[in-house]
């Protein structure tokens, strides 16, 4: 597929706080700690009009299966069963061995610390198992806040945080190197945390305070910095990702020296990961000639004997044109000494495989050339076809130190696994790190679910607890999703817009499970796909267009299912179509950029100025119709408030109690009430920034969510279970659909 410029890992416009200013000075300690592992907060609490009230739920997330970069994953050396994976926007998870699925550690972070849901880099002490770090940060831009370090003794049940005087960039190029943090093999109260802009760092007080460390290379403010931290025996070793790809290393007092005889050119310029093996006294280290994962033409691996000093070249297979990839994972096995696996990465044309070799180099068996992939368990890796890739974007590599034939490797969508190097499918359960971007529950139908996601387009949704059966929505194949939307008085008439390579638009009669593309599409539809609307009958289609880098364009109309469209000159460029619910006539639009809504009462064909002087300057404020009612309008205006108008958007009035909200939809009444839908919203409410639900159109507000649940940054899209009073889904920026119900 083409490749869309608005992926899961876009910048969230507007999503964050401006950050502070870069300081150089040492990190210091927080006194506070995560909750410890999830549970069912105290019992609800009625709020007084216009506060906040609390009510106990029970949060699961909706099961899919991986869905994103799996850029780390680290086995445990002297407990069985015991792991830890990274990925670049979701955070952290534990493996639990007797489960056979990943435990997420770093959903207590909250709205202000969604940068740090991206996991720069993880180490564990090997002497001291219950200990784990990671080193959090998701970008270094001016705009992101500063980087984090957890520590946790209780292997991420609870942590103790750190704020970092500088940024990390995990999900930025070079994701897929490292490790970048490492307990030192002589000391374990002494860690090392490698930065891309910053140096190295040194903690003497296991991970409490940081101070720069003297080192050789000097930083830039563009460069990749230190990529990888390795321990070889009780020598540290450091790659170094400017200038060539040098490898540095020190054997104690804290000075650094660079380690002569190192490889050179273009396939040897990062050093992207390496491995010890103990017994042959003997380093891996696999090198391209970008840090990925894109970007990469060539690579080459290469052992250095750390006695003698020796340099080995022992490269699997040289890029070559048409045939361009870099090298990737590499892991050692301490049982059988000789035995390395390496990744190739940014391999399009014959897809990335693993090397795998049980003679220290000299001659290697690539693994897909035998490989049986079983994705019945999560279906959507056939990627709209018949058969599973073997993989892309291969960095995150890992073979079990007490079992010789398991291993893993991460890819840019899941975590494959293997018993027997033949035989290979996702161990993947309980990780999910899709960025969700529409979410539709229909009335009627088998599914409660339709979700629009990035990079793996429309899912639909069967059951919560399995993925989904059909796989990603295909006829055409999305990349991320643009639009999703149904006919309220024609729910199995579903349309959906996204990135894709033959086509950008599709309809479904069926609810969703089976689509057919538009007969003809907007020729701007190709490089501009936008938010899509349908008339509550199914009738009229409002298709709006809004490039990657912001320009907007004019909406086109179909009134005949996508076979042909005409330009809607009155409708503001860029907008969001909004349809109402019960009149097939009437459509809205708000125009962000001046502060008004537009409205149409002769099926979109022609729109019109209504309410003006609302909130302006942010393409994230949006308006949303009520269910079951015609012009009941509420506008989230994030920071500006909440707003209503109830005729049709001629007017808008302020609800009190709710100081910002960024997300809204609505679900099912509460049973004995007056009728009107459940109001959720991921908004803040007296100095709480949370999930809330509101049974009596806004006037009070429930807290459904509580300090273990928080996933970062929640602002894009909310909505309510119509068939189930209280059920709420919630799309995350990473940790994919997290759905609530009361308890």
């Known amino acids: 597929m083409r490749p869309s410029p608005l992926t899961r890992r876009s910048v969230l416009a507007g999503g964050a706080a401006t950050a502070a200013a870069f300081t150089a000075r040492p ?11 999830p549970g069912a907060p105290a019992p609800g609490t009625a709020p007084a009009s216009g506060a906040a009230g609390s009510a106990p739920y029970r949060w699961r997330t909706a099961v899919i299966g991986g869905t994103g970069f799996i850029t780390g994953v680290l086995f445990h050396p002297r407990v069985r069963g015991l792991a830890y994976a990274r990925t670049d926007i979701g955070g952290a998870y534990r493996w639990d061995d007797h489960a056979a699925r990943w435990t997420p550690l770093t959903d207590h972070l909250g709205w202000d610390d969604w ?15 219950d200990r784990v770090y990671l080193a959090l940060g998701t970008y270094t831009q001016p ?33 897929g190197t490292g490790e970048r943090l490492l307990v030192d093999p002589r000391d374990p109260a002494t860690l090392w945390l490698g930065t891309r802009h910053d140096g190295l760092l040194v903690s003497r007080d296991r991970g409490a305070t940081w101070a720069t460390a003297p080192f050789p290379a000097t930083p830039s403010a563009t460069g990749q910095g230190v990529t990888l931290l390795v321990a070889a025996g009780r020598t540290v070793y450091a790659g170094w990702g400017d200038g060539g790809g040098a490898l540095y290393r020190t054997t104690g007092g804290g000075a650094w020296e660079p380690v002569p005889g190192r490889p050179g050119g273009a396939s040897a310029r990062v050093p992207v990961r390496a491995a010890y093996d103990a017994g042959a006294r003997a380093l891996y280290v696999t090198y391209a000639d970008a840090p990925g994962p894109n970007g990469q033409t060539d690579g080459s691996v290469h052992r250095l004997d750390t006695a003698t000093g020796a340099w080995t070249d022992v490269t699997p297979a040289r890029p070559g044109p048409g045939d361009t990839f870099g090298y990737g994972g590499v ?65 995150a590599l890992a073979l079990d130190p007490f079992d010789s034939r398991h291993l893993v490797y991460g890819t840019g969508a899941t975590l494959y696994g293997t018993r027997d190097l033949r035989r290979w499918a996702p161990e993947i359960r309980g990780l999910e790190e899709s960025s969700v971007r529409q979410l539709v529950s229909p009335p009627s139908g088998e599914a409660h679910l339709l979700s629009g996601l990035g990079d793996i387009g429309v899912m639909y949704h069967e059951r919560l607890t399995a993925s989904p059966s059909r796989g990603m929505a295909a006829d055409p194949v999305f990349g991320t999703a643009t639009g999703l939307a149904l006919a309220p008085l024609r729910p199995q008439y579903v349309v959906r817009a996204g990135w894709g390579d033959h086509g950008n638009g599709a309809w479904s009669a069926d609810g969703g499970r089976t689509w057919a593309p538009f007969a003809s599409q907007p020729a701007v539809a190709r490089d501009a796909p936008g938010p899509i609307a349908v008339s509550a009958d199914g009738r009229v289609l409002l298709w709006s267009f809004t490039h990657w880098d912001g320009t907007r364009y004019a909406a086109h109309r179909s009134t005949d299912n996508g076979a042909t469209w005409a330009e809607v000159p009155t409708f503001p460029k860029g907008a969001a179509p909004v349809a109402d619910p019960v009149d097939p006539r009437r459509f809205w639009a708000y125009d962000t950029a001046a502060g008004t809504v537009y ?32 012009g009941d309008l509420w506008l989230s205006a994030k920071e500006r408030g909440l707003f209503r108008s109830t005729d049709g958007g001629r007017a808008f009035t302020r609800l009190d109690g709710c100081r910002a909200s960024y997300a809204l939809g609505f679900g099912k009444a509460a049973p004995g009430g007056s009728g009107y839908p459940a109001v959720y919203q991921t908004g803040t409410v007296g100095t709480t920034t949370g999930v809330y639900r509101s049974d009596d159109t806004g006037r009070t507000w429930l807290r459904i969510n509580d300090d273990a649940h928080q996933w970062g940054w929640t602002g894009e899209v909310i909505t309510g279970d119509p068939r189930v009073h209280g059920r709420v889904y919630l799309g995350t920026n990473g940790r994919g659909i997290q759905y609530g119900d009361p308890v």
């Not at 180490?123 to 198992?129: I, L, Q, S």
């Not at 970092?164 to 994701?175: M, P, Q, T």
């Not at 990744?343 to 490989?371: C, I, P």
């Open 599 to 630: 409205t149409s009462a002769d099926g979109g064909a022609t729109f019109t100025a209504a309410a003006g002087g609302l909130p302006s300057g942010d393409p994230q404020f949006r308006i949303a119709a009520a269910p079951g009612r015609s």
């Open 27 to 37: 990190a210091t300690a927080r006194a506070t700690a995560a909750p410890p592992a």
């Open 115 to 129: 940068n740090l849901l991206g996991v720069e880099a993880m180490a564990v002490d090997p002497a001291h198992p």
């Open 331 to 395: 892991a050692t096995d301490p049982r059988r000494t000789g035995t390395v696996v390496v990744s190739t990465n940014n391999r399009w044309g014959a897809v990335d495989t693993l090397f795998h070799s049980a003679d220290g180099g000299r001659t290697w068996t690539s693994l897909k050339d035998t490989a049986v992939l079983d994705v019945s368990e999560t279906p959507y890796l056939r990627w709209g076809g018949g058969q599973p890739k073997f993989g892309w974007w291969i960095q």
């Open 143 to 175: 705009w992101s806040g500063n980087g984090a370090v957890l520590r946790s003794d209780d292997r991420g049940r609870t942590w103790a945080r750190t704020d970092l005087g500088v940024k990390l960039g995990a999900n930025e190029d070079g994701r």
